[in-house]
């Protein structure tokens, strides 16, 4: 064999078993990371499927996902015992971690009541197809509240703009809407209100017809609305009595006489003082007198 050959050859599988050690040593290098790494998992409980609000969390709905530390999310779970029991507040995704934030508190109830956050009310009103906007009320919505009535001493029924942008909880007996975000027929819709706007929601219900207006949710704005009677639906114009009178133009003011002036007061002068006497030094040797010469004896 040419030796050029045999030296090429013993060059080339010397590289190659370098090249091999390296590539040896860097595998074992990682397997013992990656045992090292999964020595360190931590435990996290996750849900099996999803679950939406108002489902009370069992066995079957959760299990055990190993984590690495710093993808723990904060508030979630290491114990399934933890969970159970609870009811969903928030919607819960498969394989997405059971967190404290969406749970309440264990015994606190089932379905609805343990989503109605602290000081807040929830309140049923009674619709129709009309006045439900044709079933299109879903979970989550935001809508305002109108009633039609005949108001004490109106001319005629009324309606007005009693609530604006109110969370719909529910639609019938749904907390959720269709999973393929179709309308709902539902007889009553579940309203999140303040206790003030509780007792005016039933009173408008009560003392009138309810009907809920959709609005979009990103709209915060607070609308200020006179209402409307129903003779403006028919005459276009507001009841008389309502009706802002015509402002008179106001009197022009009336020229006043200017008041004599009054005349003047007579000052009294005080006489000026008399002037002071004339005096006259006599010496008479080493005397010295002064004499006083009275006024007018001088002629």
Known sequence: MDRRFLTVLGVSLVFALVVSSVFYQMTAHSGTSNKTDTSNMKDMVVATHPMGVGVMVKPPDVKIMKVPPDAFPKGAFIKVEDVLDRPVISNILIDEPILEGRLAAKGSGLGLAPTIPVGMRAVSV???????????????????????????????????????????????????????????????????????????????????????????SSDQTMEKTPGRYITELYTGRRPAALEKPEAAPKPRPRAVAAAPAPAPVPVAVAPPPPPPPDQVVVIRGTTRTVETIPNGAKN
Do not use: K, W, Y
Not at 129 to 157: C, I, K, S, Y
Not at 193 to 214: F, K, M, N, R, S
């Open 126 to 216: 009674r619709v129709n197809d009309v006045a439900g906007v044709a079933g299109f009320v879903l979970p989550g919505m935001h809508v305002d509240v109108l009633v039609t009535g005949r108001p004490p001493n109106g001319e005629g029924d009324m309606t007005s703009t009693c609530l604006q942008n109110i969370l719909v909880l529910s639609a019938g007996q749904n907390m959720q809407a269709d999973a393929r975000g179709q309308a709902m027929s539902a007889p009553t819709v579940t309203l999140l209100v303040t206790p003030e706007q509780a007792e005016t929601l039933t009173l408008a219900g009560a003392d009138g017809h309810v009907q809920l207006v959709l609005r979009n």
